[in-house]
C-alpha cells in the first residue's frame, strides 16, 4: 500500500515560484511527518584561462560565497514554511543537482514559470528536464496571484491518465496524500483533462507517468501541462506496458 512521502525535497531558485514550492511542500511535510530538504544549485567553475594562483584565490572566494548562498537559503526558508528543514547547496547544474539530490527522498517539489516562446526555447524549463529524468513522484506549482492556503492544494486531487497507462499507481498516490491532508482524490482517469477540471474544480491534478518515459507521452502530455496547466501538477509515475 503506498504510503504519504517520509523525505521531501523542493528545488530553490529563490523566485516566487520556488517560494510557492517551498511553502506548499512545507505545508504537506507537516501533515505527513515528513523530513524536509531545501536545495540550490550553485555552479562554482573556474575559467580554463585561470593560473593556479588565480584559482587558489577563487576557491578561497568560492568558500564565502558558498557560506552566503546558504545563509540565504536557510533565511529564504523560514520565510515561507514554519516545518524545520535543512539547507542544501549543490554546485552541479539545476537539474543535475535535483536528479542527484532526488535519489534519496520520496518526493520532488519545484517551481516553474512555464515559459513558452523564444524566452523558453533559449533557457529552456529546468522543470521539463527532471521531469523527463526523475523515477520519484514530482509535484510542480506555480506562482499564484492571490495564494490559497498551502494545505488546501491537496483538498481535491484529479486523477488522470493517458492509454495505455491506467492511472492505478496515480490514484493510490492520491489517496494516501489525502488521507494525511484531509483531501479527496476524484477519479477521472480516462476523461479529457481540460473538462474534468472544470467539472470537478479540482485543486490539484495527478499524472499518471510511464516509467520510462516515452517521447510521445512528454511531447503531447508532460511537457505541455507543465507549460500550461495553472493548477499544481502531481506527476506519478507508473511502468509503462512493455516497460521494464
Known amino acids: 500500500m503506498t504510503e504519504c512521502p517520509r523525505s521531501i525535497l523542493v528545488a530553490v531558485d529563490f523566485g516566487e515560484a520556488s517560494a510557492r514550492a517551498v511553502a506548499v511542500g512545507g505545508a504537506l511535510a507537516a501533515h505527513c511527518g515528513a523530513t524536509l530538504r531545501l536545495l540550490h544549485a550553485e555552479r562554482f567553475e ?17 568558500h564565502t560565497i558558498r557560506n552566503r548562498v546558504e ?3 536557510t ?5 515561507h514554511t514554519p516545518h524545520p528543514f535543512t539547507a542544501v547547496v549543490d554546485d552541479r547544474s539545476p537539474t543535475d543537482a535535483i536528479l542527484n539530490a532526488a ?3 520520496d518526493l520532488v517539489v519545484m517551481g516553474t514559470h512555464g515559459r513558452r516562446g523564444p524566452t523558453r526555447w533559449w533557457l529552456g524549463s529546468v522543470a521539463e528536464r527532471v521531469l523527463r529524468a526523475l523515477a520519484q513522484p514530482l509535484l510542480i506549482v506555480r506562482r499564484e496571484s492571490v495564494p490559497t492556503a498551502p494545505e488546501h492544494v491537496f483538498r ?3 486523477v488522470h491518465a493517458s492509454p495505455p497507462l491506467t492511472g492505478a499507481a496515480a490514484l493510490e498516490y492520491a489517496h494516501a496524500l489525502a488521507a494525511c491532508c484531509e483531501g479527496e482524490a476524484v477519479h477521472a482517469r480516462q476523461e479529457p483533462i481540460e473538462a474534468a477540471l472544470a467539472r470537478t474544480e479540482a ?3 495527478a499524472i499518471a507517468t510511464p516509467l520510462p518515459r516515452s517521447g510521445g507521452w512528454l511531447s503531447n502530455v508532460g511537457e505541455p501541462l507543465v507549460r500550461a496547466c495553472e493548477r499544481p501538477m502531481l506527476f506519478v509515475p507508473e511502468v509503462s506496458p512493455g516497460g521494464q
Open 156 to 158: 481535491r486531487m484529479l
Open 75 to 79: 533565511a529564504f526558508g523560514r520565510q
Open 103 to 105: 535519489t534519496g527522498s
Open 46 to 62: 573556474a575559467p580554463p584561462y585561470f593560473t593556479p594562483e588565480q584559482i587558489e584565490t577563487l576557491e578561497a572566494e568560492q
Open 71 to 73: 545563509q540565504a537559503l
Open 203 to 205: 485543486t490539484l491534478l
